[in-house]
């Protein structure tokens, strides 16, 4: 009797913080969203939402691969040993860096000694590290999740490690990969320090990633900063969680629609 009299409490207080938690970021939604609603000017926030794009693709498409890769050798080639312990060490210390020392890493490297200038490539190449360990994290687990009997079996049918790996674990193991790249998104869309400091501030529309470009997160800080209109700050948080919004639907999309393919 007392054990369930335990179970109940237990349960409503998981309620409880469940729904505060759910309560809180409705109340936030909802709170720009009548703030930033009839503040949005597209035809202003056009230039900062290209940046952003920009530098969502362009730092993806640089630490995806290397983050994923990354993952794939720990969990499925490495043996264990001082190497490996290395590399875990190493990205679990790259995610505890604060973002603006990422940011004047990439102000002193990429700007100085590439001689990149303030660039979205510049601050594309910054945030890609930033991201990275997420991605190596996430990617590790999601390939932890499937069972060492769909390795065994597709390896006894023939099939080569490479083929296994491509064909069965990935394939299985992709929602939590895709969950990787969600929270990749989410941190280089809403980042604003490392970018700051490395693709600049320039308000304009850039035609290639060689040039500077203000991303939406930027150009928030500083209609804030500056106390230029907060109405109009409002109006681009609205566009900013709408954005973040849009572009994990689409990766959800996108991975709902590999898992139909592979299902046929």
Not at 93 to 100: G, K
Not at 129 to 152: F, H, I, N
Not at 241 to 253: A, G
Request: glycine share 10%; hydrophobic share 50%.
């Amino acid at each position: 009797m007392q054990v369930k009299y335990k179970d109940k409490i237990t349960f409503t207080v998981l309620i409880c913080i469940s729904l505060i938690t759910i309560g809180m970021l409705l109340w936030i939604l909802g709170y720009i969203f009548l703030k930033g609603f009839g503040n949005i000017d597209l035809v202003k926030l056009v230039p900062p939402i290209i940046a952003t794009l920009y530098m969502v693709v362009i730092g993806l498409g640089i630490a995806a691969p290397i983050g994923i890769g990354a993952a794939i050798y720990l969990n499925e080639y490495a043996k264990g040993g001082r190497f490996v312990r290395g590399i875990r060490f190493a990205t679990e210390s790259l995610a505890a860096v604060p973002s603006i020392l990422f940011g004047l890493f990439g102000m002193m490297f990429f700007l100085t000694s590439l001689k990149l200038g303030f660039s979205i490539l510049s601050g594309a190449l910054t945030i890609s590290m930033m991201v990275l360990p997420t991605l190596v994290k996430t990617t590790e687990e999601a390939l932890k999740t499937v069972p060492v009997s769909y390795r065994e079996g597709s390896l006894a049918l023939g099939a080569s490690k490479f083929a296994t790996i491509s064909r069965v674990v990935l394939p299985n193991a992709l929602p939590g990969i895709l969950t990787g790249v969600v929270l990749g998104t989410g941190r280089i869309v809403g980042e604003t320090a490392a970018i700051y400091l490395t693709a600049g501030t320039m308000y304009r529309l850039p035609a290639s990633p060689l040039e500077s470009g203000r991303t939406l997160s930027v150009h928030l800080y500083l209609l804030a900063k500056e106390g230029i209109s907060f109405e109009e700050a409002y109006g681009t948080a609205l566009i900013l969680l709408l954005v973040i919004l849009i572009l994990n639907l689409f990766t959800y999309f996108i991975g709902s629609k590999l898992n139909k393919s592979r299902v046929k």
